[in-house]
T-cell receptor, first 117, second 114 residues
Framework: DAGVIQSPRHEVTEMGQEVTLRCKPI?????LFWYRQTMMRGLELLIY????????DSGMPEDRFSAKMPNASFSTLKIQPSEPRDSAVYFCASSKWLAGVRQDEQYFGPGTRLTVT | AQTVTQSQPEMSVQEAETVTLSCTYDTSESNYYLFWYKQPPSRQMILVIRQEAYKQQNATENRFSVNFQKAAKSFSLKISDSQLGDTAMYFCAFGSGNTGKLIFGQGTTLQVKP
């Protein structure tokens, strides 16, 4: 498998513009996570999906952020309008829940480095 | 709410020596998992080792091992025979067995010196 795929790898945009980050999870994984990494706040969970349904979006910073998962192989994280403080590395991760006591680890994509000027 | 604390922002070790990274966590859950992830300069997050809370035996993966003290809620990572390629930021993470969410510590930057 190719692993978790994210695009673009780098994004530079001006304040006020819309930004869309994309993620393709590993085939067969039923959980998908979006994280944001900054120096100040570390690695934060923004939202996660189970079987394409958003389960917990309590980490989404504000209404400017939205995420969708229209099918099992694709998810987007959108920021509209973008602000300089949104500059960060955004990771997508996926995992496969194993029934019972075992949880499979999360596999991370390479991340998207977003710079908002 | 769960919290994960890594009290060592930065550490260094000489090549071939052993180093231990500390991690403590707080939770009221009984079903959980603990992980160490490595993030090299390439920024790719790589799983180093995993420990199920219900297992008493400490996990080991080649040069990497953990010291899991459940009562003390401590989960340290030992790297033996350190290599230059081990230079990275290391994150301790708590995984909820109920929700599947991971909570990460702030990370420890490890530099292996030749």
């Amino acid at each position: 498998d190719a692993g978790v795929i994210q695009s673009p790898r780098h994004e530079v945009t001006e304040m006020g513009q819309e930004v869309t980050l994309r993620c393709k999870p590993i085939s067969g994984h039923d959980y998908l996570f979006w994280y944001r990494q900054t120096m100040m706040r570390g690695l934060e969970l923004l939202i996660y999906f189970n079987n394409n349904v958003p389960i917990d979006d309590s980490g989404m910073p504000e209404d400017r952020f939205s995420a969708k998962m229209p099918n099992a192989s694709f998810s987007t994280l959108k920021i509209q309008p973008s602000e300089p403080r949104d500059s960060a590395v955004y990771f997508c991760a996926s995992s496969k829940w194993l029934a019972g006591v075992r949880q499979d680890e999360q596999y991370f994509g390479p991340g998207t480095r977003l710079t908002v000027t | 709410a769960q919290t994960v604390t890594q009290s060592q922002p930065e550490m260094s070790v000489q090549e071939a020596e052993t180093v231990t990274l500390s991690c403590t966590y707080d939770t009221s859950e009984s079903n959980y998992y603990l992980f160490w992830y490595k993030q090299p300069p390439s920024r790719q997050m790589i799983l180093v080792i995993r420990q199920e809370a219900y297992k008493q035996q400490n996990a080991t993966e080649n040069r990497f091992s953990v010291n899991f003290q459940k009562a003390a809620k401590s989960f340290s990572l030992k790297i033996s025979d350190s290599q230059l390629g081990d230079t990275a930021m290391y994150f301790c993470a708590f995984g909820s067995g109920n929700t599947g969410k991971l909570i990460f510590g702030q990370g420890t930057t490890l530099q292996v010196k030749p």
